[in-house]
């Protein structure tokens, strides 16, 4: 058997469990993977909930945040983007490591060009 059809077959057994047996599969699938993996099938699933949300105008909103205002937490910044973009609460968690890599990157570009107004590019 393919891969992908052992990955259609798996999905199609969770989800004909019960609600506490799936809980206790992603418990422990998610058990055995690191930050990393988890992070990006966090990011899978959010390309997949909203398929319509253009990734780069949500970081590109961000980065406009923290370029008025460096001093914004990343929790305040993500909090504000699930709102605008309409995104369930249960994203916050990685809406927040987004804001903080993005707030990491404005940061080191202010470093790197102190006295240069930063433009965001409008696409």
Not at 24 to 30: D, M, P, R, V, Y
Not at 31 to 36: L, T
Not at 100 to 110: A, E, F, I, L, P
Request: aromatic share 8%.
């Amino acid at each position: 058997m393919n891969q992908e059809k052992c990955a259609i077959t798996a999905a199609r057994m969770i989800k004909s469990v019960d609600d506490h047996h799936q809980k206790l599969f992603i418990e422990g699938f998610l058990a055995g993977i690191s930050e990393s993996q988890f992070l990006q099938w966090v990011e899978w699933v959010c390309e997949l909930t909203y398929p319509d949300l253009v990734w780069s105008d949500l970081e590109m909103l961000m980065e406009k945040k923290f370029e008025k205002d460096i001093k914004k937490t990343p929790l305040d910044v993500a909090s504000l983007c699930q709102r605008r973009f309409g995104m369930s609460p249960k994203t916050l968690p990685f809406l927040i490591k987004v804001a903080q890599s993005v707030k990491q990157r404005v940061r080191t570009r202010m470093r790197r060009h102190p006295g240069k107004q930063q433009k965001v590019r409008k696409d």
